[in-house]
């Protein structure tokens, strides 16, 4: 059943304002489910929080989206809460949320919209012009929230939303205790996405190819997520790296913490993204990223000093990265170490404290 839910209230706050949040499932798969999970257990010591839930997984996925739609509009029109929080990725959840919105303005509502598609400014961009008008109708919030510094311009100029009214918050994480040491020789590394193009996979499995022998013989990669699972266990048997790479599939958020917990590489050769939160959860356990210089990463990993960063779909250059960390074990201890220290700026308390604030902000 995919209802309104309300999450846990925390006794003795005052002032509290109402919150309507509309989105993912918390345990939905993907990056906006993981940042709804952090906001499910932290803001409510800051609002009084009801959620709506329009997207979830499974073969029930429709019905969400139109049955969590139709309630968030009667949840708007018959509590008037003081703002509607709307989980924004592209396409279709554009429609679906700008529709909501205009829904929130007319009852008072403040609106604030929450963008997280990786690929929403090439989308735009392919619109028609007429689309295009429609999306900036659409998208007319109090505040339009984006998940960089380097993304506010972007976004204010194809949406004409005035400046001082776009946020830049990047992703939270929840910070786990202080990471373990495992060291049996090997080196454990990690892939954890949709598989795909975009996600950089297919890259991976040819750099992987590349290394020497002697890296090959350390190096140990599990790769956990969905997409195109066959295919890419396909290309694992094709490039013969079958004895250095895994390919588990979707895991749970308990198997994903055991295998952060026991890992010394989280690497994301992406074409595209936001702020993936895949990376932020590895640096939280002090795993060193490898990761690619797209969306909002470029403001959170530094190449050589809390991780590597390599050029996009160029899996030479990405196994060129890998051996050198394989080769140097106090390096990439150090990149993991640093990487645990940078990513305290991301805790997910203080990113709730903001976005509380943006929610109390002025019209």
């Not at 400046?163 to 990471?179: H, K, M, Y």
């Not at 090959?216 to 790479?245: F, K, M, N, P, S």
Request: glycine residues 8%.
């Amino acid at each position: 059943m995919t209802d309104v839910q309300e999450a846990p209230e925390t006794a003795g706050v005052t002032a509290r304002p109402r919150a309507l949040v509309v989105g993912p499932r918390a345990q939905a798969r993907g990056g906006i489910g993981s940042v709804q999970h952090v906001l499910e257990r932290h803001l409510p010591a800051h609002a009084d929080l009801a959620v709506v839930t329009t997207h979830t997984d499974g073969p029930d996925r429709l019905a969400t989206m139109v049955r969590g739609t139709v309630t968030a509009a009667r949840r708007i029109r018959r509590d008037r809460p003081d703002v509607v929080h709307l989980h924004v990725s592209q396409r279709a959840s554009v429609l679906r949320k700008g529709l909501l919105g205009a829904v929130a303005r007319r009852t008072g509502s403040r609106v604030v919209m929450h963008l997280h598609g990786s690929q929403f400014l090439d989308w735009f961009d392919a619109l028609p012009r007429p689309a295009r008008a429609l999306v900036r109708g659409l998208l007319r919030p109090h505040r339009l929230v984006v998940l960089s510094e380097t993304l506010r311009a972007p976004y204010r100029e194809r949406l004409g939303v005035p400046a001082d009214r776009v946020v830049a918050l990047p992703n939270p994480v929840e910070l786990p205790p202080s990471p373990e040491v495992h060291d049996d020789g090997s080196v454990r590394a990690l892939f954890l996405g949709r598989f795909g193009v975009r996600k950089g996979i297919y890259d991976l499995i040819d750099a992987c190819a590349r290394l020497t022998p002697a890296q090959r013989a350390r190096l140990r990669l599990v790769a956990a997520g969905d997409g195109e699972i066959d295919q890419v266990r396909e290309a694992v048997t094709t490039a013969g790296v079958g004895d250095v790479v895994e390919v588990v599939g979707w895991i749970d958020r308990a198997e994903r913490d055991e295998l952060l917990r026991r890992a010394q590489l989280l690497v994301l050769p992406s074409s595209h993204e936001g702020l993936p939160m895949a990376v932020l959860e590895a640096m939280a356990h002090g795993i060193a990223p490898v990761v690619t210089p797209v969306g909002a990463l470029p403001e959170l990993v530094h190449d050589g000093v809390n991780g590597a960063v390599v050029p996009v779909a160029d899996p030479a250059a990405l196994a060129r990265a890998l051996g050198d960390l394989l080769d140097d074990d106090a390096r990439r201890l150090a990149l993991g170490a640093r990487a645990r220290t940078d990513v305290e700026a991301y805790a997910a308390p203080q990113w709730a404290s903001r976005l509380a604030a943006v929610w109390a902000a002025p019209r």
